[in-house]
C-alpha cells in the first residue's frame, strides 16, 4: 500500500517564495491611482511597510524567507499532503487523487502563511498596530496569531453578518489579543458614511476595507494588512505549492490537474503557481480555480480597472471584477465572497493560461459531506468547492477510464462552520446563481479609466 501521508521534515520547509511575475509571458498591469496613472510604489508607503511594497512590485523569481518567519511556520508547517486512498474507493475511480492539507495551521487555514510573513516585516520596520478586515473571521484570527507572535497590536473590522454568525471566530481573535468590531461601525469616517446611508448594513468584505484602509492611511504607528488577493500575499502562499511539489515528488507522481477554491485567489496561487512554473516551462496540466456561483467574479466578472473596496479608497486593480459595491448573497463559503479576484490570477486566467469553473453551493457540500465521510476530515465551506471539483474530475476518469493524477487544496477545516452544515442537512441551504443583469448593472459604477 503506497502511504497515505507524504510528510516533510521541518529542514525541508522552503527557504525560498516563488514569484509566478517571473514566469508570465506579460508584465502584470500596473495599479493606477485616482488620476488613472501608474501609482508610484512609495505611494503604498502611508499603510504598507518598504519590505513589502518592494515584494508587491519585484518580478525576482526566488524571494527568501526570513528565518524568523521560517521559526513559526515550524510550528504546523510543512503540512502534510495526503493520498486519499478511502474517497478514491468511494468513488470507485481509476485516478489517484491528493491533497494538500492546510487546515493544520493554528487559525485552521493557509491563511496564517501570510500574515507571520506581514507582521514580522511591519514589526521589522518599527510598526505597532495592525490594521484589518475580516469576512467569515479566517483572516482576522489569522492576522490576530501572527500579530500575537510578533508583539504587535492587532485591531479587526469584522463584516457585521459574520460577526454576529460567528461569534467563536471573534473568541478566537479575542484569544490571541486583538480588538474586533463589528463593520460597517462607527469607528471610521467610512463607516459612518455607510451607516448613515443604510443603518441596518450587513456589512461587506469592501466596507471593511474601507475601514480598515482608513485607519492605517490616518496613524503613523498603524499598517493595514490584507489576506488576499495583492501580490505579496499570493508570493506567500506559494510555499503550499512549492511543499506540495517536493511531497509529490517524493510519492513518485506528478499532477495532471491541480485545483483550488479562489476567493482574492491566495489560496489558488499559493498551491498553483509553482506548478504554473513547469507548465510555463512547456509542461502539461491544467491548474483549476474553483468559485462559487453566487459571487462568480472570474467567470462572470468582467476584466477591468476597479476599486478593492466599497468606498473607493484603495488604488485602481486591473482584475476580474463584479462591481466594486457588489452586495454578496449570504452564502457560507464566507471566504469566497469578494467582489474582485487578484490582478495575477486575473491576468493568468484573461491570458487563457489557467481555468476557472463555478459550481452551486448545494454540490459543494454534498462533496464536503462524501469527503469527511471517506476521508474524516471535516473541510472548510470554502474547500468544499475544490473538493467537488475533484470529486468531478475523478469520476469524469471512471467514465472514460483515465488515470489521472489530481491535486487539489484543502485549505482549512470547517470546525467553525458547523452552523453551515447543519442548514444543509436541515434543507435549508440554497442555490443562488448571481444575476448577469447585477453584473451588469454595477458594470456602470466602474471607475473611468483612460
Ligand atoms: C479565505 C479562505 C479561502 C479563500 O482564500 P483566497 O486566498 O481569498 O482565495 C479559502 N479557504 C479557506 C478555508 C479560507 O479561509
Not at 380 to 386: K, L, M, R, V
Request: aromatic share 10%; hydrophobic share 40%; net charge neutral.
Amino acid at each position: 500500500m503506497p502511504q497515505t501521508k507524504i510528510l516533510l521534515d521541518e529542514s525541508e520547509i522552503p527557504t525560498h517564495w516563488y514569484n509566478v511575475v517571473a514566469d508570465m509571458p506579460n508584465p502584470p498591469a500596473p495599479p493606477l491611482g485616482p488620476d488613472g496613472k501608474p501609482i508610484a510604489p512609495q505611494a503604498l508607503g502611508a499603510i504598507f511597510p518598504e519590505a513589502i511594497i518592494m515584494q508587491e512590485v519585484s518580478g525576482e523569481r526566488w524571494i527568501p524567507i526570513p528565518e524568523a518567519v521560517r521559526e513559526i511556520y515550524r510550528l504546523w508547517r510543512p503540512s502534510p499532503l495526503y493520498r486519499a486512498h478511502r474517497l478514491e474507493q468511494a468513488l470507485g475511480t481509476p485516478a489517484k487523487i491528493f491533497y494538500k492539507y492546510e487546515g493544520v495551521s493554528p487559525a485552521g487555514s493557509h491563511k496564517p502563511n501570510t500574515a507571520v510573513a506581514q507582521a514580522y516585516y511591519n514589526k521589522q520596520a518599527g510598526i505597532k498596530r495592525l490594521a484589518t478586515e475580516t469576512g467569515a473571521g479566517q483572516w482576522g484570527s489569522s492576522l490576530a496569531f501572527a500579530g500575537q507572535m510578533f508583539g504587535l497590536e492587532v485591531r479587526v473590522y469584522m463584516v457585521r453578518v459574520s460577526y454576529e454568525q460567528k461569534p467563536f471566530r471573534r473568541s478566537m481573535m479575542q484569544t490571541w489579543g486583538a480588538e474586533v468590531f463589528a463593520s460597517p461601525s462607527d469607528k471610521t469616517e467610512s463607516g459612518r458614511k455607510i451607516l448613515a446611508a443604510d443603518p441596518k448594513s450587513p456589512g461587506s468584505l469592501g466596507m471593511a476595507i474601507s475601514e480598515a484602509v482608513e485607519e492605517a492611511a490616518g496613524r503613523k504607528d498603524t499598517n493595514y494588512s490584507l489576506g488576499s488577493v495583492l501580490n505579496h500575499v499570493l508570493l506567500h502562499q506559494t510555499i503550499v505549492g512549492l511543499e506540495a511539489k517536493k511531497q509529490m515528488e517524493k510519492a513518485g507522481e506528478y499532477p495532471d490537474v491541480v485545483i483550488a477554491c479562489c476567493g482574492g485567489g491566495s489560496n489558488f496561487g499559493g498551491i498553483a503557481f509553482p506548478f504554473f512554473a513547469d507548465k510555463a516551462a512547456g509542461r502539461k496540466l491544467r491548474l483549476v480555480a474553483v468559485e462559487p456561483t453566487s459571487c462568480p467574479t472570474l467567470t462572470k466578472g468582467k476584466y477591468a480597472y476597479d476599486f478593492g473596496d466599497t468606498v473607493g479608497l484603495t488604488p485602481l486593480l486591473k482584475m476580474y471584477t463584479l462591481g466594486h459595491d457588489f452586495m454578496p448573497p449570504g452564502i457560507h463559503a464566507g471566504g469566497l465572497r469578494y467582489h474582485g479576484d487578484s490582478p495575477l490570477v486575473s491576468q493568468l486566467y484573461h491570458e487563457g493560461l489557467i481555468e476557472a469553473v463555478a459550481v452551486p453551493q448545494l454540490a459543494t457540500f454534498e462533496a464536503g459531506v462524501q469527503f469527511a465521510r471517506a476521508e474524516g476530515i471535516l473541510p472548510a465551506p470554502e474547500s468544499n468547492h475544490a473538493v467537488r471539483v475533484a470529486i468531478d474530475e475523478a469520476l469524469a476518469c471512471k467514465k472514460s477510464g483515465e488515470k489521472k493524477t489530481i491535486l487539489f487544496n484543502l485549505s482549512g477545516h470547517g470546525h467553525f462552520d458547523m452552523a453551515a452544515y447543519d442548514k444543509y442537512f436541515s434543507g435549508e441551504l440554497e442555490d443562488y446563481s448571481y444575476p448577469e443583469a447585477a453584473v451588469a448593472e454595477s458594470m456602470k459604477r466602474l471607475p473611468k479609466v483612460g
